[in-house]
């Protein structure tokens, strides 16, 4: 059901946003911002001010966002209108003066640990960067889509956080399958099992699904006994 990779996540997410013909160093850079910003905003207004930031003098890199010239309040207007945009960029002005200073010296830490002292970054952000900047597969990274897909189809309980669910697939699932995992559910929640109107009729494992709808008409998909 995936296998033509034209989610929006395919061709807009995280791991696409960073300018190929850059240092490795700021490529990491910008995909640490691509995941700061694309927090609670869709992958298309996530790409849209990735593209403008790439316009900025001298590109994306984490001396022109630590420069003094570029104010937060001119940041916010390269975001908006992201979700929270005015607070992502106080992250993102406060992420790059401190990683332009010691002990990083312009390099993004690639350790969970010091990605979570980073302004603004928690635990999916951070999962996220490790993913796509520097290839670690430390965890599994939980958007709304995975979260939704999941307590949809039974791996986790009814009204789990993201961070339950991680835990709860971390639980068996492989790690070598966590970033693959992730990215196929984004994707899928996308395009198939939607918050509202999901295709279950089209699902292609809908018989294995508590929570399929039986009419293609209704809305939502019905609920699961949460005593089971």
Not at 10 to 28: I, S
Not at 110 to 115: F, G, M, R, S, V
Not at 148 to 173: F, I, M, N, T
Not at 180 to 191: A, D, H, P, R, T
């Amino acid at each position: 059901m995936r296998a033509s990779q034209d989610a929006p996540v395919d061709q807009m997410g995280t791991h696409k946003l960073a300018d190929r013909t850059a240092d490795e160093k700021t490529q990491q850079f910008q995909l640490l911002v691509a995941a700061v910003i694309s927090s609670q905003t869709r992958d298309s207004v996530t790409a849209a001010a990735m593209t403008r930031l790439h316009g900025l003098p001298g590109g994306l890199t984490v001396y022109s966002l630590s420069n003094p010239m570029l104010t937060v309040t001119q940041l916010a207007e390269f975001l908006k209108p992201v979700g929270f945009y005015r607070q992502k960029a106080k992250h993102l002005k406060a992420i790059a003066e401190t990683i332009c200073g010691p002990p990083l010296n312009g390099c993004i830490p690639n350790t969970l640990k010091e990605l979570l002292k980073l302004p603004g970054v928690g635990p999916k952000i951070a999962l996220l960067v490790l993913w796509v900047a520097f290839g670690k597969e430390e965890g599994l990274i939980v958007d709304t889509n995975v979260r939704r897909v999941c307590c949809r189809l039974g791996w986790a309980p009814d009204g789990s956080d993201p961070d339950q669910v991680r835990k709860s697939l971390e639980s068996w699932l492989p790690q070598s399958l966590w970033p693959e995992i992730s990215f196929l559910f984004v994707g899928f929640g996308q395009q198939v099992c939607k918050p509202i109107n999901p295709q279950c009729g089209r699902c292609e494992v809908r018989n294995m699904c508590p929570s399929a709808i039986e009419d293609g008409h209704n809305k939502t998909p019905k609920r699961r006994n949460k005593s089971k």
